[in-house]
């Protein structure tokens, strides 16, 4: 069983920048793979970025301004928000699972474990 809490959400200006975090208790987050959601109201959960053995993927909304990252002496895995656009306003969630093939990231139904969600908003 993994428990999974995040952090870092909050309002920003458009052109800003936040840290999401991503912390893991009860098991290790790596071997596993971590992804990030988001969803907006009205709308589906959305795939940002996950990583997976070493490996990195992003939807191509946030490549290039999102990075993730994991640090594994604490067990969390971040999620580093460049250039804020209004459009990135949502819940952003992590979620994990055991290793999973990078084919099959973007799908919040390969994820077992899932986080409350932490708010993020993007002001014009």
């Known amino acids: 069983q993994v428990q999974l809490v995040e952090s870092g959400g909050g309002l920003v200006q458009a052109g800003g920048s936040l840290r999401l975090s991503c912390a893991a208790s009860g098991r290790t987050l790596s071997p596993n793979t971590v992804g990030w959601f988001r969803q907006a109201p009205g709308s589906e959960r959305e795939f940002v970025a996950a990583?997976?053995?070493?490996?990195?993927g992003y939807t191509d909304s946030v490549k290039g301004r999102f990075t993730i990252t994991g640090d594994n002496a604490k067990n969390t895995v971040y999620l580093q928000m460049n250039s804020l656009k209004p459009e990135d306003t949502a819940v952003y969630y992590c979620?994990?699972?055991?290793?999973?093939?990078?084919?099959?990231?973007?799908?919040?139904?390969?994820?077992?474990?899932w986080g409350q969600g932490t708010q993020v908003t993007v002001s014009s």
């Open positions: 990583i997976t053995g070493g490996t990195t």
């Open positions: 979620a994990a699972n055991r290793i999973l093939p990078f084919s099959t990231i973007r799908s919040p139904r390969n994820y077992n474990y």
